[in-house]
């Protein structure tokens, strides 16, 4: 290309978007997208498929259903995460493919964002495909009706999700130094240290609202089925459950998604491929 | 319209140029014939910048690891057209170099241009025709070489029917055409090597950063490389070259960097270099076998430093000069010696490499 054509952001967008299209190809290349296919396919199936099979029926409102199937699709979210994100940026620099790509012509920032979007597709694809067999199913059962509001605001609240857990998980993949550690550090911060520190919280009587895993009770909670949350301490129960507000916890999922993507892509763009 | 003189940088001649505040006008040396370009600041009174046809340039390069000195104030200059060779042991500093020259790596301080451009500062354009080999590079090895060279091609902009052409024109070069659609995982090293030149040349570039670029092939695929190089450089296509490989650089290179600790150690042509090497060697072939007398006599040469015997050949030490090997030979043949090969040993960059390294270091 003539330096003389190098348009600044017109031709770093350009770049940006083959990214993405290359990331996709080694998404689609990789064996790993089985096991999150696998998943995306098997969760909802087994709601549907095991009920029947031990002679019990189904809920019985259609997002009754979908509260019970859709309570899982948190581990696909942070499964789908940590394994497209994970090694976005710790792989080029411990593969050393990073010498061949960030030798060529185009911004660092553009090809860590593309990688980030490439992540955050893949990723909503998977939740995507999940929903769509969970709706299936639920026309299947309750009839086309069944599939409500509530369940398209759910599958938006669970997008938002998805995205604020590839950041988390970015921001990791940018300062850790190799590809298993920052998949791994990401997949049991979101799966069971956080967790736990909502649960410590929740003890100590403190809202952990800051706590972006506990806002991802609200993809759930949008199916208005769950009755939990705001019982006091009563005689000889005393335990207090905190429900997540729903624009308190839009605003802190889209927190965490664009503190720690920023974050990240700072943070790439300063490492040095030595 | 104003007036400016300048000094030429190699021959110190004063030339005056003329142009307007903010224009760039191209000047000649009237003494060495170099051409140089220069462009007025808009104060009217400055000359912003002076270039050479350098294509790359490097001022004062420093780049520290914390606290260790990578690279120490180095400056060199490669020419349009030329071949550099860079050469000097592990630790040297010659992947940094590349690195920063690449945008791999921020300077500590100092400038890295190519075609003028700050590769620091803009390295999008600095880097557009730019083709590197930089150390190992790993592959994704997942992937098919159509795949991946298809990527790199759509980054330097070329369309669809070009991309395939090209991947199917530098995988013909690097011997790879059968394995275009195959995963690169089952390739072995030099296969992968292979691959990485492939990526390098693919768009055709004007300028090449290659980082010992035949490490982990074999003897035909060293050779293949050489062959590419030449028909680069008969293109035009600036090369710079990292290399251990000392005859390799001799037979490709027109001009050589010796760089150690992270500092240039010295530079010149293959011909500059060549004749700074002192021949003070002798090889010596006689018909018979030499005898206890013989090699006192011959010992007893005062011409002669010393006199040892090495693979067959004796090896004679001496100052070096011409008219002394001349003495030497009538004086072994006056001994009634029966010389049947008499020769100085031909200067080779090995001998110069180790003369100016201060110890052993590793050199193939």
């Known amino acids: 290309m003539d330096v003389n054509r190098y348009i600044p952001g017109v031709d770093d967008f350009k770049n940006m978007y083959l990214t993405i299209k290359f990331e996709m190809l080694k998404h689609i290349k990789r064996k790993r997208i089985l096991v999150t296919l696998i998943l995306a396919i098997l969760i909802p199936l087994i709601f549907f498929i095991v009920p029947p099979l031990l002679g019990q029926g189904y809920a019985d409102t259609a997002n009754g259903f979908a509260a019970s199937n859709l309570g899982f699709v948190n581990l696909l979210i942070i499964l789908s995460g940590a394994i497209f994100t994970g090694d976005s940026i710790s792989g080029e620099f411990e593969n050393k493919t990073g010498l061949l790509l960030f030798s060529t012509p185009q911004r660092k920032s553009s090809i860590f964002t593309g990688k980030y979007i490439a992540s955050v597709i893949a990723t909503w694809l998977f939740v995507s495909l999940y929903y769509l067999i969970t709706s299936m199913e639920i026309a299947s059962i309750y009839g086309a009706s069944g599939i409500s509001v509530e369940i398209a605001q759910s599958f938006l609240l669970a997008l938002l999700y998805s995205t604020s857990v590839v950041s988390i998980v970015f921001f990791f993949s940018s300062i850790m130094k190799r590809t298993i550690t920052s998949t791994l550090v990401g997949f049991f911060l979101l799966l069971m240290i956080l967790p736990i520190i909502t649960a410590v919280f929740t003890v100590a009587e403190v809202d952990p609202w800051l706590i972006v895993t506990h806002n991802e009770g609200l993809i759930t909670d949008v199916l208005g089925t769950v009755n939990g949350g705001g019982f006091g301490p009563g005689q000889g129960f005393n335990l207090t459950i905190f429900k997540p507000d729903l624009w308190s916890g839009i605003s802190v999922m889209s927190a965490y998604t664009v503190i720690l993507f920023l974050t990240g892509i700072v943070m790439a763009d300063r490492r040095n491929m030595e | ?364």
């Open chain 2, 1 to 364: 319209m104003i007036s400016k003189t300048v000094e030429c940088p190699k021959c110190k001649t004063h030339v005056t140029v003329q142009g307007n505040p903010g224009e760039t006008t191209v000047l000649l040396c009237p003494n060495c014939n170099i051409k140089g370009k220069f462009t007025f600041q808009k104060e009217k009174t400055e000359i912003k910048t002076i270039s050479y046809h350098n294509i790359i340039e490097v001022k004062k390069l420093t780049k520290m690891f914390n606290g260790f000195k990578a690279l120490d104030n180095i400056s060199f200059n490669v020419k349009k057209g030329e071949i550099l060779g860079f050469v000097g042991p592990n630790g040297a500093g010659k992947t940094t170099t590349i690195k920063l020259l690449t945008n791999l790596l921020t300077p500590t301080s100092g400038l890295a241009y190519i075609n003028n451009i700050d590769v620091n500062k803009n390295p999008t354009k600095a880097l557009l025709s730019v083709g590197s080999l930089i150390e190992v590079p790993g592959i994704y090895d997942y992937l098919t070489p159509h795949e991946m060279l298809a990527y790199f091609g759509k980054i330097h902009r070329m369309n669809k029917n070009e991309i395939n052409q090209k991947i199917k024109e530098v995988l013909k070069i690097v011997k790879l055409s059968e394995w275009e659609h195959k995963k690169i995982g089952s390739f072995s090293t030099g296969m992968q090597r292979r691959l990485a030149i492939a990526k390098a040349i693919l768009h055709s570039p004007d300028v090449l950063i290659l980082d010992e670029p035949v490490i982990g092939l074999d003897p035909r695929g060293i050779k293949d490389i050489r062959d590419m190089l030449k028909h680069f450089k008969s293109k035009g296509v600036t090369i710079f070259l990292s290399s251990h490989l000392l005859n390799e650089v001799k037979e490709t290179c027109d001009r050589i960097i010796f760089l150690d600790g992270g500092k240039v150690v010295t530079q010149g042509t293959i011909e500059e270099i060549l004749n700074r090497i002192k021949i003070d060697t002798i090889e010596v072939e006689f018909l018979n076998q030499l005898t206890e007398v013989d090699i006192k006599k011959i010992e007893n040469i005062p011409e002669i430093n010393s006199f040892e015997k090495e693979n067959g050949f004796f090896k004679i030490k001496f100052d070096g000069k011409p008219e002394t090997s001349n003495t030497i030979l009538t004086k072994l043949t006056q001994q009634g010696l029966k010389v049947v090969s008499f020769s100085t040993k031909k200067a080779d960059l090995e001998s110069f490499y180790v003369s100016i390294m201060n110890d052993e270091k590793g050199v193939m």
